[in-house]
Every structure is written in structure tokens, then in C-alpha cells.
């Protein structure tokens, strides 16, 4: 049994002098295998007496455990080294730029037409869409604004060939176009009684005039229109209150000025705080701590009664803003033919 | 409109007011103050809700002086050496200024001049610059005198251009004093809004200061000092067209002397933005810019002379046909059958109320004046400025309305200052023709109406101080009043529109801000959504998730711009244009017939700036209809090309835009969408390769057609290395196609057993084919069939390709056995061999 333990501790010594995965391999067929000493001496158990078998054997199963467990240890050993070594050598620049992947972005005026509407559904304004050529009529005569009225030069309009010389074709300037023919598909509904309306009528409208880089020939625009039998001033300042919290921020203060729009009356523009300076003047803001955003006023009776609604029972509100200038304002946008030009350049910034 | 702060004094008292809040309250009450020009006043530090401009004199070192020598320079004869006190001590100052001279050598001046003095370190406008710029004076030696201050021009001031000499001063101002309180000044300049018209006059400004402000308004000046014979008999008065010329008032003048007007009318009119010309002409510019009602002055002896030595006749009406006249601006016109004429029996004498004719003008030698006011139709008056493209400060009131009642209120006015600027002495009374008097409007409303428009509880008594405050007549009536308009102003109507009108001007002088916000507490509509804008957005959204990214581009565009999508030669469509009857730019003719050339086009811009061009767009294109109005019809419109992948420093796939990545990104927006069993097929369209275009088929309706684009096209487009592939999509099929909904299938809880086939088939038949017959065959249970290779080559022959298909088959309750596997696939292998001819690949 001398013999056992030397195998052992040669065995030991054998394996401490290891220092590879390869040599530990080689160890392991030297000593666990099946010409190794310790499986030579369980084989001789055998000729060992009935009496010295038991303990024998015993000491030679822990041998074989022992060495099989050292076995384990410095197999562990080894690989924990080699991968500490692997994961020290193994360094990436990480500041090296990331794989570009195709990112589809929709065009701006997209995202605050879609900001515009979300904002507006959320108080029960739908979308009402309607076309871009237009009568004379729908754009102007049915809005209060009379043939040669001074307010027309306000608005110079691009006409189309043909046409009715009494009531010609053109391209919208406003889409308040789409007011009367809203105002008559509702009242259609039931003329004796028309329903309420909130909606929003986003589309893109035209007007005569040079380009530069503060106008266009073409330019979106979202007007909005709410009316029933109790509708009033206040509610117009609350809901474009409301919705100039929730574009710009929910501290944003507004101001409303009185102006002029033939379609209503009182009208009224909206300015909101300056959002860049918060009201302290800034370059966006000229100095002034205000922004004008929108023109707005409560829908003027021949409106009503030409959309067939009674203005003795009912009353409406309307406004009107340019999804440009608000793009322009929020993302400090200093030329408004970037949008239509559609560089990529600018486009892939949004 | 510019108006002068100093002529609003004369009506409203603004001791006390703060300029800029001014502004403010006038811009909030609808009043646009767009700026302040800021003569000497002081201008205020940090933030302005108004834009400013001008110049504010330092009240220590602007001051009145007191010249009391002028003496010779001594090295200079072009310049002068002045003794002047300012208010503290003695100075000597140089200058050039011509209106000096004549006071050379005179010793000790009794009294002394009095001028604006300038001090070291003052700001002021250079005098000897081109425009207006400002500096500041600094000490310098002049022709070895020491130069520390100046005596200022008017230019140097900035009260005008003028720098023909220094300002003198009123002789009763005290030396030292600031120079801002003897003349400081500004002007805010108004935007006057189509509803305001009657502002456009510096009365109708201070009227509403004195409404927004609680002051008092001074009375209306129309005090006319007549001493003369009465005017009856002097003129006659003929209105042919009443409608047209509402009333005509003629007053008389005789014995004036024409020469400039004092230097405050001049300084004033300058001010407002006229060019002084005599104290007639002045008069009545002076009169119009002070109460809106623009008059026109005649020389009374050119008419008695045209009469043959007889009093004239002043008749009006509509021009004859041919007819003529030369006006003041020296062009002769011809005249509209609308254009209303003030003539004589001699012949016209002007257009009315726009411009006067070449001979009846006072001149020089004029020594007695008619002056003429009136009342034109301001529809026509408008129809004639653009007509004759004629334009006027007169045309500009009139063509927005003027009330008869100002017509003698302004006459009036005009003669008054004719006398006290030139003499003479006017007739008794007016010659006044009124054959269609304006309506009195009435309205009433009541506190229930405040309640209803602008959902404020307003009583009878507020509402009424609020309308008196702007010259209404207010009586109560019932639970509520009765408001007479005033007879000033045109734009208040009667009924439910007078009431609106009546609302806005309680509105606005109650005050927008005082008016609380609110949320609507009206029912709310019944609520439906807007299909067509939503699928809309759903593509949007697939696309731009696809990595496509959205333009919106011009929907005015050129027949040749668009012809660029075609191959050249093309034959024409026949589908009209709708074209513009008025262009702003050639590049601008017509709307747009196809939404692929607007894409193109961004493509062609981007081209070089890119090596991935992935762009989509959803708009209108528009076709002339028989209808009055054209079609326009929603279209979609994907463009690709270059690679796939945007490329990085990595070995990156290189892959590029092909047919078959077109086709793919179409297949998976459809799918996207719910839509299935669509039929791709061979397609012809002239943008495209005809031999790689496709037409996508739902039933019978053609949804889209894609593919590669037409060498011939790609060759009119600066496109640089790309191969572009197209998709043009209709966007109305598609939204009766895309259904609402669509039953999902449950996951199978069986595996699937997955099988690879490749068939060698002939060249020309379609893969769609084999598919298409593999799927049916396989029936239910055959899951899901996919091409994963196409193979050409020696091994499988000439005119043959391999389609290896990787099958799936699935049952749904159970695990299929190899038996059945293999039975089934038996099966689909002797269809496609015996109906297809196809060979199954070893
Ligand atoms: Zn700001």
C-alpha cells in the first residue's frame, strides 16, 4: 500500500509542474489512464487475499478520487487563466462609429401635421379634408368675402384656364375652403337641426406670390372649425390655450390681439410666449417675447347661414396656422423653401 | 399708416401715457402698431413687444442753445465761428451752415437765434453721410479751431432728410432746456386692417385712444370762420349716377396767397409721409390725413373761364365710351364705362376720387380755390385703381369707404386751414348735392348676446360706456339697447350681422385679455374617424419603417418637366392639364399630371449627394375634368436606387436596389395592409424597362406598377451611378382593398416538418407558376412554401433553371407521420412533372 501513496504523490508532483491544457491532457492519460500506474494497481487488487482486499481497494478508489479531483482543480485553473489572458487581449475601439443602418424618416411638415391633428383629436377635432382647386365661390364669396372686397388683396390667388368667368377656378389660398363644404355635408345630415362640428382641416393651399425665403407659391395649413349652439369666445381662447400648452409647452402663456378676417368676427390673433426665451426677447422672437402663431375669431353669421346653420341659434369658432412657421419656430428653420426643396441634407434631421 | 404722436395730442390728452404700452394697447385692440420711429423721445431699455427705430436725444447733451455772434472763421471763409450759450456757459462752435452767413459780422444778435446744440459725446445722425447713420460727436480740430459740439440740421436730428442748413428754433424757447421737450416726437406706424378704414385718419386713432384709455375726446375740428358772401350761385352741382356718387359738397375760397405752408404743417406732413408742396395743396392733405375724408382743391377761375366767364357747373358721371383724360401724374388714360368723371360743361376735369386732371390744378397763380369733397362708391373706386392701375392717397381711403357725413366736416376743415395758411376769405356755406343719403344702422343687443359670442356676463351699462366711448348712440330697449352707428363709419351692419360687428367692438375694448379662457361645454359631435387619411398614414408609416424616407414636393410644375419621366417621343396622353391663367414663374404652368416625375425630380437632387436614394411620397395629381372643378387623385410614388444598405467602414452589404428589392418592398407594404392574393404580372408603361415592369392585380383593378425605370428615362435625369426602380401606386384602389380587418391563425402546437425541394424546370416558365401549383397541390396542409434558390448552369443544361423550395408541412392537430410526408410530396412532384415538365434535381 506504500505503493499507492507514492503514485499519489508522484502523480501530484507530476500535475503541479503543468502549465498547459495540452500537458494537463498528456497528465491525465499518464496517470488516470488505462497504462497508468494507479489503474495498473487496482487491476493487481485482485491478488491480494479476501482480508487485505477491502481497505486496499478503499485506498485505492480515494487515490483515484483525489488525483481526478486535482484533475478538475487545474483544469479550472487553466481555462480561467487562458480566458483572463483572452479577455485582456481582446479590446475593441469602441469609439469607432456604429454600423449605419436605413432609417425612413417622414417629412417634417408630416410630423407637425401629425402633432397638430393628435393634439386637436384628443378635444374631439376630426380631420376634414377637402380639395385644392376651388370655386371662387367656396374660397371666397360663401366666406364674406364680397367681389372687389379689400380684403381679397390680402390674398392673391392663382386662377386655372376655363372656367366659369362668373365664379372661376382657382387654388385655394386658405383651406377655410373646406369651412362650407364641411359646414354643408353636417348640416345635410339633418337641416332642421344640424349636428355640432369640431374639426380640423389640414391641406396644402396656394398663393400668388414671389418666392423667398419667408413665403411660397404653396405652403400647408390647418384650419379648424368648432360649432354649436354654445360656443363661445372663451372657449375659443381655452382650446387654442389648450393646444398651445400642449405644442409648445405646458407653462407657455398666450395673447390674443384683435384683427381682421372677413370670415369671422371678433377675430382675433394668437401669440404665445417666445418658447426659446421665455418671454426675456430673443432673435426668434425680434426682441419682442412673443410669437404670432395662428389667426383665429368666431365664425361671422353670413358664414354660418351660407354653411346652413342659423347664426341666431348657433355660433362657431375657427382658426387657422402654418404647419412651416411652426416647423420653422420649433427647429429654428431660417429658410422656408428647404421643406418643398427636399434636401437630404435637411430632411434626414427630423 | 403713420401717425405722429404730437397731431394725436391735439385731439387726446397722453400726459402720463407710456409710449410703448400705447402701442401695445392699440396692437391688442386691433390696431397694429407695426413700428415706433422714435424722434428725440426717449426710447425704452430692454425688451420691446414693438419694433423701434429712430434716434432719442440725450436730454444733457441735446439742448437749446442761443446763438449770440456769428463771427468769421479765421482761416476758413465757407465756415463760421458762433458765440452760443447753453443754458450754462459761453462755447464756441464752428459750422458750415449756409443759413448762418447772412448773421456774419453782426455783432451781439438782438435776439439771439435759438438752435438745437449738440455736445461732446452726443448721438446723432451723420449730416454729411449718404442716408441716415448714426454717430457719435467727438472732439476734433477743425482748420486749427477746437471742434467739441455742433449745431444741428434737421437730418442730423433725424427729424428729416434735410441738411440744407441748422434748424432754428420758436424764439420763446429757453436755452438749456432738453431738446426732447421742445421737439421730440414719434411716430407709430398702423396697420390699418380692411375693418378699420375708418382709422386710417389721425382723428379716428385718437378716438380710439381715448376709448381704450378712459380720456377724453376732443370734438371733431369742422369750425369753418366764413365771412364771405354766401356761395350760392357761385357753382352748380349735376350727379348723373347717385349710386356711384353718393353726395358731392363744393366750398369757396377767394383771395389766397399761394406759398409754403409754416414749418410745423410742413414738419407734420413730412411726418405722416407726405412731400409738402404749397399751403393749398397742403391744406388739403392736411385736412384728409387729420379726418379721412380726401378733398381736391380746383382753381375756381380756370372752371369760370371753361364757362365762358359764367358761374360753373360741376357735373358727375360714368365716362363715355372712348373718352380720355390726362392726370396730375402727366398719363393720359382712357377711361372704363365705370370710371366716374368730375367734369365741367367744358369738358372732365378728374377721376373721382382718385386723381385730378392736368388743368384745373391750383398753381402758382391760383387766387381763388373751390375745394371739392365727396362720396364715391368704394366697390368702384377699387374697380377703377385696378382697372387704370392707378394708386393715391385719396384712392387708398376711398377704395375702403369714407362715410358721406365727412364729406362737409372735411371740406370744412380744408377751407379753414386755407385760411389760416393763406389768407383770404371763404364763402358762407357749402354747395351740398345728397340725392342718396347713407342709412342710419341700428342694432340692438342685449346681455344675453355678450353671453352667447364671448361668453362674458357684460351688463347693459358696461356695454353701453363701452359703445359711447366710440361715438355710438346707445338707448335701452326692452332688456337690452338699441345702438345707433355713429356717422363715420360704414362697417357696422344691421340683424344678427350687426350684433357680431357690435360684439367685436365691445371685444375689443372690454379687452381680449379680460375675457376668460375656457373649454367647450358644447356636446360633443358624434365622433367618426377619417379612413382615407388613416390607411395614409399606415403607409407612411411601413415605408418609413422600411427605411424610406417621405418628400413632399411642388404640386405646380411644367408640361417639360414632366415629360422627362417619359422615353422622348412618347405619345402625348390624353388627359389634359390643368394649367394656371396666371403665372408667377415659368417653372410654375400647370399642376402636376404625375407624381413620379415630382419624385424624380428629388431624386435627381439628392443623386449625388447619396449612394442610397430610398424617397416615397403621397399626394394628388390632377387631371382637367369636364366638370368645372378637375379630378385630383391620390397616388403614392416610391423611387429607390443605389444601395441598399447605407454604407459604413465595415465590409458592408454591398447590395443594390434592384427589381426584385422594388417588389419586395411592395409585397411587404401590401401584406402589411392585409392584402393578399394579388396577382403580379408582366406590365407596360412607358417610364419603365419593358422588360422589367410589373403590374400588381387585385381581381380585375390594377393597384400598382412598378420596375426598373426606362434607360431612356434614367437618361433625361441627372442621376449620377444609380439604376433607379419605381413604384406608382393608386391609392384610391387601394383603400376599397385594404380590408378593416382580418382573422389571425392560431400557432400550431405540432412540429412542422420541413422538407427541401428543387425542380429543374424550362426558362421560360414563370416561377409564379410553379409556386402557385406546389402550394395548391400541397392543400392544407402544406404550410408554407418558399423559394430559396434559383440555379442555372452545365450541370442542369442549357435553357433550364433549378427552383429549390423549402416546404413546410404542418397539421394542425397532430404531428404528421414520414408516410404521410412523403405521400404528399409524392404527390406535388408528379403534378409539376406532369404538368409542368418538371424534373426533380438530384
Ligand atoms: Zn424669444
Redesign the interface.
Known amino acids: 500500500m506504500e505503493n499507492l501513496q507514492t503514485i499519489r504523490e508522484q502523480a501530484l508532483a507530476a500535475l503541479n509542474a503543468v502549465q498547459d491544457e495540452a500537458s494537463l491532457e498528456q497528465w491525465k492519460v499518464a496517470q488516470l489512464g488505462r497504462n497508468a500506474a494507479l489503474t495498473q494497481a487496482m487491476k493487481s487488487l485482485g491478488q491480494l487475499s479476501a482480508e487485505e482486499r477491502p481497505l486496499a481497494g478503499k485506498q485505492a478508489n480515494e487515490v483515484k478520487l483525489a488525483l481526478e479531483a486535482a484533475f478538475e482543480e487545474k483544469r479550472a485553473a487553466l481555462e480561467g487563466a487562458r480566458l483572463r489572458a483572452s479577455l485582456s487581449s481582446e479590446k475593441l475601439d469602441v469609439t ?12 417634417p ?2 410630423q407637425t401635421l ?1 402633432r397638430i391633428n393628435a393634439i386637436f383629436a384628443q ?2 377635432f ?4 377637402s ?5 371662387d365661390e367656396y374660397n371666397f364669396l360663401l366666406l364674406n368675402f ?6 381679397r388683396e390680402m390674398q392673391d390667388s ?7 368667368p362668373e ?1 372661376p ?1 382657382l ?1 385655394r389660398t386658405h383651406t377655410s375652403a373646406g369651412q362650407i363644404h364641411a359646414m354643408r355635408e ?1 348640416a345635410a345630415k339633418d337641416p332642421g337641426n344640424p ?4 374639426i380640423v382641416l389640414p391641406g ?1 393651399c ?1 398663393r ?4 423667398s425665403s419667408r413665403s411660397e ?2 405652403f400647408t395649413q390647418v384650419e379648424g372649425l ?1 360649432v ?8 375659443l ?3 387654442l ?2 393646444f398651445a400648452q400642449r405644442f409648445f409647452n405646458a407653462n407657455v402663456r398666450t ?6 378676417f ?1 370670415f369671422t ?4 390673433e394668437m401669440d404665445v410666449e417666445c418658447f426659446v426665451c421665455s ?3 430673443c432673435s426668434v422672437c ?5 410669437l404670432e402663431i395662428l389667426g383665429s375669431g ?1 365664425v ?3 358664414v354660418l347661414r351660407n354653411g346652413g346653420y342659423d ?2 341659434t348657433y ?1 362657431g369658432f375657427a382658426f387657422g396656422m402654418g404647419p412651416e412657421r411652426l416647423t420653422m419656430l420649433r427647429y429654428r428653420i431660417e429658410d422656408i423653401r428647404y ?7 435637411f ?2 434631421q427630423f | 399708416m403713420k401717425t405722429p404722436l404730437s397731431w394725436l395730442k391735439d385731439f387726446v390728452d397722453l400726459e402720463g401715457i407710456d409710449l410703448e404700452q400705447l402701442a401695445h394697447t392699440l ?4 390696431l ?1 402698431v407695426e413700428e415706433i420711429h422714435y424722434i428725440g423721445l426717449p426710447m425704452p431699455a ?6 423701434v427705430s429712430g434716434l432719442s436725444w440725450d436730454p444733457d447733451k441735446l439742448v437749446v442753445a442761443e446763438i449770440r455772434e456769428v463771427g468769421p472763421h479765421p482761416n476758413a471763409d465757407r465756415l463760421v465761428l458762433c458765440r452760443l450759450f447753453d443754458g450754462q456757459q459761453e462755447h464756441t462752435v464752428l459750422t458750415g451752415a449756409p443759413n448762418l452767413f447772412e448773421y456774419r459780422g453782426q455783432g451781439e444778435l438782438k435776439p439771439p437765434l435759438k438752435v438745437a446744440y449738440a455736445k461732446e459725446g452726443a448721438e446723432i445722425y451723420d449730416g454729411h453721410q449718404e442716408g441716415m447713420h448714426k454717430t457719435v460727436l467727438k472732439r476734433t480740430k477743425i482748420r486749427g479751431v477746437d471742434s467739441y459740439s455742433m449745431v444741428c440740421s434737421e437730418k442730423e436730428l433725424g427729424i428729416s432728410e434735410e441738411h440744407e442748413g441748422i434748424l432754428f428754433l420758436p424764439a420763446d424757447t429757453k436755452a438749456g432746456t432738453p431738446l426732447a421737450d421742445v421737439l421730440g416726437d414719434a411716430v407709430l406706424t398702423i396697420a390699418i ?5 375708418r382709422d386710417a385718419n389721425i382723428y379716428g386713432v385718437a378716438r380710439e385712444i381715448a376709448a381704450l384709455t378712459g380720456r377724453a375726446l376732443k370734438p371733431m375740428p369742422t369750425e369753418v370762420q366764413a365771412t364771405g358772401p354766401k356761395i350760392d350761385g357761385a357753382v352748380k352741382l349735376d350727379i348723373k349716377d347717385s349710386e356711384l356718387n353718393p353726395r358731392f359738397v363744393l366750398g369757396l375760397i377767394r383771395n389766397v396767397e399761394i406759398k409754403p405752408s409754416p414749418a410745423w404743417v410742413q414738419q407734420r406732413l413730412r411726418l405722416a409721409g407726405m412731400r409738402p408742396i404749397n399751403n393749398i395743396v397742403d391744406a388739403t392733405n392736411y385736412a384728409m390725413l387729420e379726418l379721412g375724408e380726401p378733398l381736391h382743391a380746383f382753381d375756381y377761375d380756370v372752371l369760370v373761364q371753361r364757362a365762358g366767364g359764367k358761374p360753373p357747373t360741376i357735373i358727375t358721371r360714368p365716362a363715355k365710351p372712348g373718352e380720355t383724360l390726362t392726370t396730375l401724374d402727366d398719363v393720359e388714360r382712357k377711361l372704363d364705362d365705370f370710371t366716374v368723371l368730375v367734369c365741367d360743361t367744358a369738358g372732365s376735369l378728374s377721376i373721382g376720387g382718385i386723381m385730378g386732371g392736368l388743368e384745373s390744378e391750383v398753381t402758382e397763380a391760383t387766387r381763388n380755390v373751390l375745394l371739392e369733397g365727396a362720396s364715391w362708391n368704394f ?1 368702384n373706386v ?2 377703377t385703381l385696378v382697372a387704370q392701375r392707378m394708386s393715391s392717397e385719396a384712392a387708398y381711403r376711398f ?2 369707404g369714407v362715410h358721406p357725413a365727412m364729406a362737409p366736416r372735411g371740406v370744412s376743415r380744408g377751407l379753414e386751414l386755407m385760411r389760416q395758411w393763406a389768407g383770404g376769405v371763404v364763402d358762407a356755406g357749402l354747395v351740398d348735392e345728397y340725392p342718396r343719403p347713407a342709412a342710419v344702422v341700428e342694432v340692438e343687443i342685449s346681455p344675453a348676446d355678450a ?6 356676463a357684460l351688463t347693459n351699462e358696461q356695454m353701453t360706456s363701452i359703445l359711447a366711448s366710440l361715438g355710438f348712440e346707445v338707448a335701452s330697449k326692452g332688456d337690452g339697447l338699441s345702438v345707433t352707428v355713429p356717422d363715420h363709419r360704414l362697417d357696422i351692419e344691421t340683424g ?2 350687426g ?3 357690435l ?2 367692438e365691445i ?2 375694448i372690454y379687452g ?2 379680460n ?16 379612413p ?2 388613416e390607411l395614409e ?1 399606415r403607409v ?1 408609416d411601413a ?14 410644375t411644367t408640361p417639360e418637366e414632366e415629360a422627362r419621366r417619359l422615353p422622348p417621343g412618347t405619345a402625348p396622353d390624353d388627359k389634359p392639364y ?5 403665372v ?2 415659368q417653372e ?1 404652368t400647370v ?1 402636376r399630371k404625375s407624381l413620379l416625375a415630382s419624385v424624380l425630380e ?1 431624386a435627381e ?2 443623386a449625388r ?2 449612394q ?1 436614394i ?2 416615397f411620397e403621397i399626394g ?1 395629381v ?1 387631371h ?1 375634368s369636364e366638370e ?3 379630378d ?1 387623385l391620390s397616388r403614392l410614388v416610391v423611387v429607390l436606387g443605389g444601395q ?7 465590409a ?1 452589404d454591398s447590395a443594390a436596389y434592384d427589381f426584385y428589392a422594388a417588389k419586395g418592398v411592395l409585397a411587404e407594404l401590401l401584406a402589411g395592409l392585409g392584402l393578399h392574393d394579388l396577382k403580379y404580372e408582366p406590365g407596360t408603361h412607358p417610364s419603365f424597362h419593358p422588360g422589367k415592369c410589373a403590374r400588381v392585380l387585385a381581381g380585375e383593378r390594377q393597384l400598382a406598377v412598378f420596375g426598373e425605370l426606362h434607360p431612356q428615362v434614367q437618361g433625361q435625369y441627372d442621376l449620377g451611378a444609380h439604376t433607379l426602380q419605381a413604384i406608382t401606386l393608386n391609392l384610391e384602389v387601394l383603400s376599397e382593398l385594404a380590408p378593416e380587418r382580418f382573422d389571425s391563425r392560431p400557432v400550431p402546437q405540432y412540429p412542422p416538418v420541413i422538407e427541401d425541394l428543387a425542380l429543374v424546370v424550362d426558362e421560360s416558365l414563370p416561377a409564379g407558376q410553379v409556386e402557385a401549383m406546389i402550394a395548391q397541390t400541397g392543400g392544407n396542409l402544406l404550410a408554407g412554401v418558399s423559394l430559396f434558390d434559383v440555379f442555372r448552369g452545365d450541370k442542369i443544361g442549357a435553357g433550364k433553371k433549378s427552383l429549390a423550395y423549402q416546404l413546410t408541412y404542418q397539421h394542425p392537430e397532430r404531428t404528421l407521420t414520414d408516410d404521410e410526408v412523403a405521400k404528399l410530396r409524392e404527390r406535388i412532384v408528379r403534378r409539376v412533372t406532369q404538368e409542368l415538365g418538371a424534373k426533380l434535381r438530384a
Open positions: 469607432l462609429p456604429g454600423r449605419p443602418l436605413p432609417l425612413g424618416r417622414l417629412h411638415i408630416t401629425r378635444m374631439g376630426q380631420v376634414y379634408r380639395r385644392d382647386v376651388e370655386t364680397p367681389p372687389n372686397h379689400p380684403a392663382f386662377y386655372v384656364e376655363g372656367g366659369d365664379n377656378t387654388l353636417y349636428p355640432p362640428i369640431r396644402m396656394y400668388f406670390e414671389q418666392v407659391v404653396q368648432a354649436g349652439e354654445n360656443i363661445t369666445f372663451g372657449d381662447k381655452g382650446t390655450t389648450d395673447r390674443f390681439r384683435a384683427s381682421h372677413p368676427e371678433p377675430s382675433a418671454g426675456a426677447g425680434k426682441h419682442s417675447g412673443w368666431m361671422h353669421p353670413n347664426p341666431d355660433s421643406f418643398w426643396r427636399n434636401d437630404m441634407r430632411l434626414e | 396692437t391688442v385692440a386691433g397694429e430692454g425688451l420691446q413687444q414693438t419694433k386692417t380692411p375693418n378699420i378704414a366697390i377699387r374697380k377704395s375702403r353671453q352667447r359670442w364671448l361668453g362674458v344678427v350681422v350684433k357680431a360687428d360684439m367685436e371685444a375689443r381680449y385679455d375675457i376668460p379662457a375656457t373649454r367647450i361645454g358644447d356636446p360633443l359631435p358624434p365622433q367618426h374617424g377619417n382615407e387619411l398614414e407612411k415605408l418609413a419603417r422600411m427605411g424610406i424616407q417621405e418628400v413632399m414636393t411642388y404640386r405646380l390643368v394649367k394656371l391663367a396666371n408667377i414663374s410654375r399642376l428629388i437632387r439628392n449627394l447619396r442610397r430610398a424617397l394628388p390632377f382637367a368645372t372643378l378637375p385630383e441598399q444598405q447605407p454604407a459604413g467602414w465595415q458592408a
